[in-house]
């Protein structure tokens, strides 16, 4: 599912990712942690492709089976669309639009048909215990709440892959225990791929295998 080789980042002088191998099967649901500055938001972007890495010969990432690094940026970006979702410790939710909206904005900038899209958000949503909050703004929810419709956006294109930064930081404990159970419900009924980084050691060590980062490199695989 996920291959990288040799996965360098530099920002100026700055080495933060020091030859990062991996791999990720499909299914799993791998928890990356490690102190504040050791690159595991680096790596997640990288994988995520929201960013490059360090132009090398010896690296490698492929997704899903496509080599992601020798895509131009339109195909780069379709792919991204259509292969990966996004879940952020701060939802990212746009505060001028409905859950049922925001929800929508990706399937609506992949091309889908608006009347598709809506139906399939409302089923996601349901799904995730909101359906009668479609019509609220992200102000009226609660921080679980707002969470769980930036959980739904990212699944609105039936991405093989979830990648999620922090994504019970901001969230009181029970609203973070019910989050961590649903992404394992979420890999039991739609068989995603989770990549997850996290300070929170309950949701590391749910993961099927919790990767620790050191100074820019994967301590253990």
């Known amino acids: 599912m996920i291959q990288a080789q040799n996965i360098h980042k530099y920002y100026d002088n700055l080495h933060v990712l020091k030859g990062v191998d991996l791999h990720i099967q499909k299914g799993e649901i791998v928890s990356i942690v490690g102190a504040s500055g050791a690159g595991k938001t680096t790596l997640l972007q990288l994988l995520g492709t929201l960013d490059k890495p360090s132009a ?96 739904a956006r990212a699944l609105i294109n039936k991405p093989a ?24 419900q979420l890999r039991a009924d739609f068989g995603q791929t989770f990549v997850i980084v996290t300070h929170n050691e309950d949701l590391a060590n749910m993961a099927d295998r919790k990767l620790v980062m050191v100074d820019g490199k994967i301590e253990n695989k």
């Open 56 to 151: 090398s010969s010896e690296t490698k990432l492929l997704i899903n089976g496509e080599n992601v690094l020798q895509l131009a940026d339109k195909k780069l970006s379709t792919f991204r669309n259509q292969q990966l979702g996004f879940i952020f410790q701060f939802h990212q939710l746009l505060p001028e639009f409905t859950a049922l909206e925001n929800v929508c904005i990706p399937a609506y900038i992949g091309g889908k048909k608006q009347k598709e899209t809506e139906a399939e958000a409302k089923q996601l949503l349901d799904y995730l215990g909101l359906s009668h909050r479609i019509n609220h703004k992200p102000s009226e929810l609660s921080g679980g709440e707002q969470q769980r419709v930036a959980v």
């Open 161 to 184: 892959i979830i990648f999620a930064d922090e994504p019970s930081g901001n969230l009181d404990t029970t609203s973070a225990e019910n989050l961590h159970q649903l992404f394992f």
